[in-house]
């Protein structure tokens, strides 16, 4: 038996993961979690929003990890009057040296591998929607021709929940295709005397890239298919199918009559009074995909209960549709979320 | 790990293989344990409502009517059998495969579903297929690294399930409940009485040391104790019952008159079988002994129980049982010196004087109960004469009931029974001197020392005087003289 390649894989994995973070924490203060979560989105293959208020370096840490990655970076910044052609790219007019006129597609800056759409709530929900073929398919059309998106394809869009007014807020279906949505808190008292320090000298954080330009992108997608080959049990699929389905009001729409195994689920009373919907079946692969980097984080070739616990508020905040009830309250869809964790651990009996 | 290795999973032979047979042995010892706990519990539990069933419907039959009873017992025996296909179908439902005790491994050692995963691989059917994962090799040397970690017995649950508290308790409930008629009077019709009830839980004690001693004892027909009858046979009917046999004795006597000589060498093995049955029916709830032969002359009394030989003793040495000396009879048979010591708690004497309260109540006690009886035949027919020296009365000095029980019966007693000719609601029971006495008028001085214990003769006796004889001369025990005594009263109030 010689378990040598796989274990020095996933070592190389954890290896990865803690330099990356070191680098970033040349250049971001405080933010672990928040970074943890968004590299556990990158591996996964998943899209991150990041919400939170201006000021607590949110284009700072995506920045820092397109340099920290070495792969190609563009920002858009979204406003009102931005067009999908603006991010997809659009067909010119191009002049060819015989005299001829052709038309040439100009690729835009989605064509990239990290591509930070920041303040994405600020675009009409077109220039939004320009953004889904992208984040799911990972590839866009232009004029009825199909350009795929180099592969690894990362969007971290940021929201700024402060100013709603002209903002437009992102549909659910373009919600559903974030993988993770984190929320920058506000620093610490110590973390603020640090930025100030750190980023009001002549010093520039120098961060050096984990992975050579030539090689970072199939470095990137090697350890994502890494995280794809973390075993699991099926008792813990069956564990993230009761979570999703928990998430489900009892009187919702569109559900399949004559489930029997979801009425044997823990029901959370918070779930029937506050959610309008609950989590799509996007919500369980995100679950899964993101316990299995977080297994292969703590070093492990299977995926645990804990694993799952780890990534489901990330996971599923962003896919709850809260009713007016749950608004006019101030809930907060983590707090469901804590609850039905609560009421799911009955079934790791 | 060669190319072939790497193609499938578990190549007999290989250091894989090796170790998936371990991980796969120490799990399947884990299962073991865990189903046997399993199958326990739930035939404890079962066990226990069965048992508190049973009770139930012990209770029932003794409080509740016939009619009302027929109507509750068919439900509760309903759901006595709903509880046992219940817990039938939980035992089958909770029987554990390989998967399920693999989580609860994990879940006590702490593994983190590592070997759930890796035991859902191979029950997945992973053995002879590529393998399932890159990281299938880490899976494996992570599981028989962490075999330490989950020794059998330290995540097997314990031997014995924590329902077999209740079902002992429950167990323990439903004997006691059991034995409530059969501990109770047998006057008392209502056993589950509050007042039987104490009564009972009172008595429980002695009768626990009662059965301690016959335990202890040399006694045979120990199987006859208590159990002659069913449980369901009222004390009244009991009564009746032993009534018949001994008037079925009577006719049988009747039929077959013999000898005296050979009525005195009777004993209660001798009567006839039916009789002896029926005798046994009556007396049952009662210790039984076995005929005993007779002790040849000359043999230490100490080797002999029986209260004759005993009284004879105390009185070849009346100091002795006097000052409190003879104790060495009441060690001998502790049995019956605690039963009397039990009936002779209102003895005054019994204080004055342990050592006779120690020796002398196996012979007095039993002795005085017939007195008792004989003092209320007397005042009835108003001859009793209470400044006689042998006064039953006087028995109330019971702890030195020795010497005064050997000559209690006074023989004019039964001189004078004869004399009015009313032998047949008598009975005599008394030691051979007394009865001599009532023979002769006079003891004879030579046979004051013989200490016989066989009566020589019972001329001059009635026949039911004759078969009374028979039985005292089977080592009838006080409690038996006390039945016999009742059933006397009964028959000379009829």
């Not at chain 2, 000359?298 to 070849?316: C, F, V, W, Y």
């Not at chain 2, 004869?418 to 002769?440: D, N, R, V, W, Y």
């Given at each position: 038996?010689?378990?040598?390649?796989?274990?020095?894989?996933?070592?190389?994995?954890?290896?990865?993961?803690?330099?990356?973070?070191?680098?970033?924490?040349?250049?971001?203060?405080?933010?672990?979690?928040?970074?943890?979560?968004?590299?556990?989105?990158?591996?996964?293959?998943?899209?991150?929003?990041?919400?939170?208020?201006?000021?607590?370096?949110?284009?700072?840490?995506?920045?820092?990890?397109?340099?920290?990655?070495?792969?190609?970076?563009?920002?858009?910044?979204?406003?009102?009057?931005?067009?999908?052609?603006?991010?997809?790219?659009?067909?010119?007019?191009?002049?060819?040296?015989?005299?001829?006129?052709?038309?040439?597609?100009?690729?835009?800056?989605?064509?990239?591998?990290?591509?930070?759409?920041?303040?994405?709530?600020?675009?009409?929900?077109?220039?939004?929607?320009?953004?889904?073929?992208?984040?799911?398919?990972?590839?866009?059309?232009?004029?009825?021709?199909?350009?795929?998106?180099?592969?690894?394809?990362?969007?971290?869009?940021?929201?700024?929940?402060?100013?709603?007014?002209?903002?437009?807020?992102?549909?659910?279906?373009?919600?559903?295709?974030?993988?993770?949505?984190?929320?920058?808190?506000?620093?610490?008292?110590?973390?603020?005397?640090?930025?100030?320090?750190?980023?009001?000298?002549?010093?520039?954080?120098?961060?050096?890239?984990?992975?050579?330009?030539?090689?970072?992108?199939?470095?990137?997608?090697?350890?994502?298919?890494?995280?794809?080959?973390?075993?699991?049990?099926?008792?813990?699929?069956?564990?993230?199918?009761?979570?999703?389905?928990?998430?489900?009001?009892?009187?919702?729409?569109?559900?399949?009559?004559?489930?029997?195994?979801?009425?044997?689920?823990?029901?959370?009373?918070?779930?029937?009074?506050?959610?309008?919907?609950?989590?799509?079946?996007?919500?369980?692969?995100?679950?899964?995909?993101?316990?299995?980097v977080v297994a292969l984080l703590d070093g492990?070739?299977?995926?645990?209960?804990?694993?799952?616990?780890?990534?489901?508020?990330?996971?599923?905040?962003?896919?709850?549709?809260l009713n007016f009830a749950a608004e006019a309250?101030?809930?907060?869809?983590?707090?469901?979320?804590?609850?039905?964790?609560?009421?799911?651990?009955?079934?790791?009996? | 790990?060669?190319?072939?290795?790497?193609?499938?999973?578990?190549?007999?032979?290989?250091?894989?293989?090796?170790?998936?047979?371990?991980?796969?042995?120490?799990?399947?010892?884990?299962?073991?344990?865990?189903?046997?706990?399993?199958?326990?519990?739930?035939?404890?539990?079962?066990?226990?409502?069965?048992?508190?069933?049973?009770?139930?419907?012990?209770?029932?039959?003794?409080?509740?009517?016939?009619?009302?009873?027929?109507?509750?017992?068919?439900?509760?025996?309903?759901?006595?059998?709903?509880?046992?296909?219940?817990?039938?179908?939980?035992?089958?439902?909770?029987?554990?495969?390989?998967?399920?005790?693999?989580?609860?491994?994990?879940?006590?050692?702490?593994?983190?579903?590592?070997?759930?995963?890796?035991?859902?691989?191979?029950?997945?059917?992973?053995?002879?297929?590529?393998?399932?994962?890159?990281?299938?090799?880490?899976?494996?040397?992570?599981?028989?690294?962490?075999?330490?970690?989950?020794?059998?017995?330290?995540?097997?649950?314990?031997?014995?399930?924590?329902?077999?508290?209740?079902?002992?308790?429950?167990?323990?409930?439903?004997?006691?409940?059991?034995?409530?008629?059969?501990?109770?009077?047998?006057?008392?019709?209502?056993?589950?009485?509050?007042?039987?009830?104490e009564t009972v839980l009172g008595d429980l004690?002695?009768?626990?040391?009662?059965?301690?001693?016959?335990?202890?004892?040399?006694?045979?027909?120990?199987?006859?104790?208590?159990?002659?009858?069913?449980?369901?046979?009222?004390?009244?009917?009991?009564?009746?019952?032993?009534?018949?046999?001994?008037?079925?004795?009577?006719?049988?006597?009747?039929?077959?008159?013999?000898?005296?000589?050979?009525?005195?060498?009777?004993?209660?093995?001798?009567?006839?079988?039916?009789?002896?049955?029926?005798?046994?029916?009556?007396?049952?709830?009662?210790?039984?002994?076995?005929?005993?032969?007779?002790?040849?002359?000359?043999?230490?009394?100490?080797?002999?129980?029986?209260?004759?030989?005993?009284?004879?003793?105390?009185?070849?040495?009346?100091?002795?049982?006097?000052?409190?000396?003879?104790?060495?009879?009441?060690?001998?048979?502790?049995?019956?010196?605690?039963?009397?010591?039990?009936?002779?708690?209102?003895?005054?004497?019994?204080?004055?004087?342990?050592?006779?309260?120690?020796?002398?109540?196996?012979?007095?006690?039993?002795?005085?109960?017939?007195?008792?009886?004989?003092?209320?035949?007397?005042?009835?027919?108003?001859?009793?004469?209470?400044?006689?020296?042998?006064?039953?009365?006087?028995?109330?000095?019971?702890?030195?009931?020795?010497?005064?029980?050997?000559?209690?019966?006074?023989?004019?007693?039964?001189?004078?029974?004869?004399?009015?000719?009313?032998?047949?609601?008598?009975?005599?029971?008394?030691?051979?001197?007394?009865?001599?006495?009532?023979?002769?008028?006079?003891?004879?001085?030579?046979?004051?020392?013989?200490?016989?214990?066989?009566?020589?003769?019972?001329?001059?006796?009635?026949?039911?005087?004759?078969?009374?004889?028979?039985?005292?001369?089977?080592?009838?025990?006080?409690?038996?003289?006390?039945?016999?005594?009742?059933?006397?009263?009964?028959?000379?109030?009829?």
């Amino acid at each position: 038996m010689s378990e040598a390649p796989a274990t020095q894989l996933i070592a190389d994995f954890q290896q990865t993961v803690r330099r990356i973070e070191a680098e970033l924490a040349k250049a971001v203060v405080g933010h672990e979690d928040l970074v943890r979560n968004i590299l556990i989105a990158f591996f996964a293959g998943g899209h991150v929003l990041i919400e939170g208020v201006p000021g607590t370096g949110k284009t700072l840490i995506v920045r820092s990890l397109a340099d920290v990655f070495n792969l190609s970076f563009n920002r858009i910044q979204f406003t009102v009057d931005l067009m999908p052609a603006d991010i997809t790219g659009t067909r010119m007019v191009m002049d060819r040296d015989e005299g001829r006129r052709e038309f040439v597609f100009v690729e835009g800056p989605i064509f990239s591998h990290v591509l930070l759409a920041d303040e994405i709530n600020r675009s009409t929900p077109k220039t939004q929607a320009a953004l889904l073929e992208a984040m799911a398919e990972q590839q866009v059309t232009v004029a009825g021709t199909t350009y795929r998106l180099a592969p690894p394809f990362f969007v971290l869009a940021t929201l700024n929940p402060i100013e709603m007014e002209g903002t437009y807020p992102l549909p659910e279906a373009q919600l559903d295709r974030f993988f993770f949505k984190v929320r920058l808190t506000y620093p610490t008292h110590t973390e603020i005397q640090r930025i100030i320090n750190t980023t009001t000298t002549t010093a520039v954080p120098d961060l050096h890239p984990v992975f050579v330009h030539a090689e970072a992108s199939e470095k990137v997608m090697a350890l994502r298919t890494l995280v794809r080959e973390v075993m699991v049990a099926p008792h813990i699929e069956e564990y993230i199918a009761a979570l999703i389905h928990a998430t489900i009001p009892a009187g919702a729409k569109y559900l399949k009559a004559g489930d029997t195994a979801r009425t044997t689920l823990p029901k959370d009373d918070f779930v029937n009074r506050y959610v309008s919907f609950g989590s799509s079946p996007r919500g369980g692969q995100t679950l899964l995909l993101g316990a299995k980097v977080v297994a292969l984080l703590d070093g492990r070739a299977n995926v645990s209960y804990e694993d799952v616990d780890r990534v489901a508020i990330p996971a599923l905040q962003h896919r709850l549709v809260l009713n007016f009830a749950a608004e006019a309250e101030n809930i907060d869809p983590a707090i469901i979320i804590e609850r039905i964790l609560q009421s799911a651990r009955k079934l790791r009996r | 790990m060669t190319e072939n290795q790497n193609k499938t999973v578990g190549i007999p032979g290989t250091e894989e293989r090796l170790a998936l047979a371990d991980v796969e042995e120490r799990l399947r010892q884990v299962r073991g344990r865990w189903n046997f706990h399993t199958v326990q519990h739930h035939l404890y539990r079962l066990g226990a409502v069965l048992a508190l069933g049973t009770a139930l419907l012990i209770v029932c039959t003794f409080v509740l009517s016939p009619m009302l009873f027929t109507l509750l017992s068919w439900p509760v025996l309903l759901l006595l059998a709903f509880c046992f296909l219940f817990f039938v179908r939980r035992g089958v439902e909770d029987w554990a495969d390989l998967n399920t005790i693999a989580r609860r491994v994990d879940a006590r050692a702490g593994l983190k579903e590592r070997l759930a995963t890796l035991v859902a691989q191979l029950t997945g059917g992973a053995i002879g297929k590529p393998p399932p994962s890159s990281l299938w090799p880490h899976l494996l040397a992570e599981n028989t690294r962490l075999l330490n970690d989950w020794e059998v017995k330290r995540v097997s649950p314990s031997r014995i399930p924590w329902s077999a508290v209740p079902f002992l308790l429950a167990l323990l409930l439903t004997f006691f409940i059991a034995s409530i008629p059969m501990l109770s009077e047998r006057s008392t019709q209502e056993p589950f009485s509050l007042a039987n009830l104490e009564t009972v839980l009172g008595d429980l004690p002695n009768r626990a040391g009662e059965l301690l001693d016959r335990k202890l004892s040399l006694l045979p027909d120990t199987p006859k104790q208590w159990g002659g009858g069913t449980l369901f046979d009222t004390p009244r009917d009991q009564e009746k019952k032993a009534q018949d046999a001994l008037e079925a004795g009577n006719a049988e006597n009747q039929r077959n008159p013999e000898s005296p000589d050979k009525l005195d060498a009777q004993s209660l093995a001798s009567l006839p079988q039916a009789l002896q049955e029926k005798i046994r029916q009556a007396l049952q709830g009662l210790p039984d002994k076995a005929p005993k032969p007779p002790t040849p002359e000359g043999q230490s009394a100490e080797q002999d129980p029986r209260l004759a030989l005993q009284a004879r003793e105390e009185q070849k040495t009346p100091s002795a049982s006097m000052d409190g000396q003879g104790d060495r009879q009441g060690e001998q048979s502790p049995s019956t010196s605690r039963n009397r010591d039990d009936k002779k708690k209102d003895g005054s004497a019994s204080g004055k004087n342990p050592g006779a309260a120690m020796s002398a109540p196996s012979q007095g006690s039993g002795l005085q109960q017939l007195e008792h009886a004989q003092l209320e035949r007397k005042n009835a027919k108003g001859t009793f004469q209470p400044d006689s020296p042998q006064v039953p009365g006087s028995g109330g000095e019971s702890g030195e009931g020795g010497p005064g029980a050997g000559s209690g019966t006074e023989p004019r007693l039964y001189g004078e029974e004869k004399i009015t000719g009313k032998g047949g609601q008598t009975f005599q029971l008394a030691l051979e001197t007394t009865h001599k006495k009532s023979q002769e008028g006079e003891l004879d001085p030579e046979e004051k020392d013989t200490g016989g214990i066989i009566e020589k003769s019972t001329k001059g006796l009635s026949r039911e005087q004759s078969l009374d004889d028979a039985i005292r001369k089977s080592q009838v025990p006080a409690e038996y003289e006390d039945i016999v005594k009742r059933l006397f009263v009964r028959g000379e109030s009829r």
